[in-house]
């Protein structure tokens, strides 16, 4: 690669996060070199997984938190995306921030949300705060970032309203051409019980018999044994199997690209993933699932205003959903151009000189603990160096105590459960 051509880095720790980052580097940065730089964690993508985002980078490395400190092609990029959790971007701007602090130059840094912020949102802001720019997704988010920062002392103007950067694809259009096509999007972990998430796919599996002459597509994220960023214990691919009656042949469990999958839908349904944006972007008909309940803990009370709401009965009666215009265009959908704003601020820094050294909130004298805490989590000490590697027999060692201590803890509870409080329930019936 020709040291004069200009990169942008990033940083990801899940396929999920690798679409998010990834495809915000193409939108701000189209004509840079592409880096991708992976996590180690139990959810690095795997070549399957790239290869149903769609976006290949131009170099790859697989990488710990603390050897980017020291690592002179990072810190050599134009622009890094932190496209990660808000405990390991806090861990990185304070480290960062440190290692960078005597360069002449350094990347502007851009970090957010991987998709809609229906919790947790305070947290999770105050953690990437100190990056150089945090992307809002939407009007809505923006204004809610920009005050929080604003009142605890942070600049709002780091804050930069956008848009899911996937969003795009053609509009809907109807087509003979095909067998109208239900697309039910997977979450690993919206339902996450078993039997929650067998009797999703029964319903599934009833509104195919119940309409032969549709295909009916579950949208798979990944191969049994494969990671994301959520854990998925029961996966469709096993709970097919287990269905009351042999799947119908019109119901397909179907892996792919989420934009080409939406590109020969008729209805999208979902409890609340992100392709719910995707295809109400496109105008296609979305549906988001009351079956559950609308909840926080399922994040489909974020589209109670979308009016896309919906149950596998009234689909089954031939509910087509259409996301109200008003809270569409409040989400980001349906922007031309969102990443303008973006690509403006990033050429404001650049031309204002050397940038500031990166200063995340949470200081050392601000949240000591707290900060402390996520640095070690992600293998720094207080002053953002990385901490001394383990030793075999020190690792050997500390899992050994794990271990032991996981059996002492089962071994409490078994006599708990089975001795302790049976005696108890009799004592007090004597």
Avoid at 264 to 277: E, G, K
């Amino acid at each position: 690669m020709p040291p004069s051509l200009r990169r942008i880095a990033v940083l990801a720790d899940s396929d999920t996060r690798w679409k998010w980052g990834a495809s915000v580097a193409r939108q701000i940065a189209p004509d840079h070199a592409l880096d991708a730089y992976f996590l180690r964690t139990r959810a690095t993508p795997t070549e399957r997984q790239l290869a149903e985002v769609g976006i290949a980078p131009d170099t790859r490395r697989d990488v710990t938190a603390a050897e980017l400190v020291d690592d002179e092609e990072f810190a050599s990029a134009d622009i890094v995306v932190l496209s990660i959790i808000g405990g390991t971007a806090l861990a990185l701007v304070h480290s960062l921030g440190l290692a960078w602090q005597a360069r002449a130059e350094r990347p502007v840094t851009v970090t957010g949300y991987v998709g809609v912020v229906y919790e947790k949102m305070v947290d999770g802001l105050l953690t990437r705060a100190g990056a150089d720019v945090v992307l809002a997704n939407s009007a809505y988010d923006s204004e809610r970032f920009r005050g929080v920062f604003a009142n605890v002392g942070i600049d709002p103007d780091t804050v930069v309203e956008c848009a899911l950067p996937f969003l795009g694809g053609d509009p809907y259009a109807p087509s003979t051409d095909r067998p109208f096509t239900l697309t039910f999007a997977v979450q690993p972990s919206v339902p996450k019980g078993r039997e929650e998430r067998l009797t999703l796919l029964e319903r599934a599996a009833s509104h195919a018999r119940r309409h032969p002459k549709r295909l009916v597509l579950m949208k798979l994220r990944s191969l049994p044994g494969e990671h994301t960023t959520h854990v998925e214990a029961n996966p469709y691919q096993e709970l097919i199997e287990d269905l009351a009656e042999p799947a119908p042949s019109n119901l397909q469990l179907v892996y792919g690209n989420m934009g080409e999958v939406l590109d020969r839908t008729d209805l999208l349904v979902t409890v609340s993933s992100t392709a719910a944006l995707e295809s109400m972007h496109r105008n296609i008909p979305t549906a988001i699932l009351t079956d559950f309940g609308v909840r926080e803990a399922h994040g489909n009370h974020y589209f109670v205003e979308s009016g896309s709401l919906a149950s596998w009965d009234e689909l089954d009666a031939g509910a087509l959903p259409r996301v109200d215009p008003a809270w569409a265009a409040a989400q980001g959908i349906g922007k031309t151009d969102p990443y303008a704003a973006t690509r403006a601020r990033i050429a404001a820094l650049r031309a204002a000189g050397p940038l500031p050294q990166l200063r995340p909130y949470y200081s050392p004298q601000r949240a000591g603990i707290y900060l402390g805490g996520l640095l070690e989590r992600n293998g720094f000490d207080e002053k953002g160096r990385p901490l001394p590697a383990l030793g075999a027999g020190d690792g050997a060692l500390k899992a050994a105590v794990r271990g032991a201590t996981r059996r002492g803890a089962k071994r409490l509870y078994r006599m708990g459960y089975q001795r302790v409080a049976p005696a108890l329930r009799r004592w007090g019936q004597t």
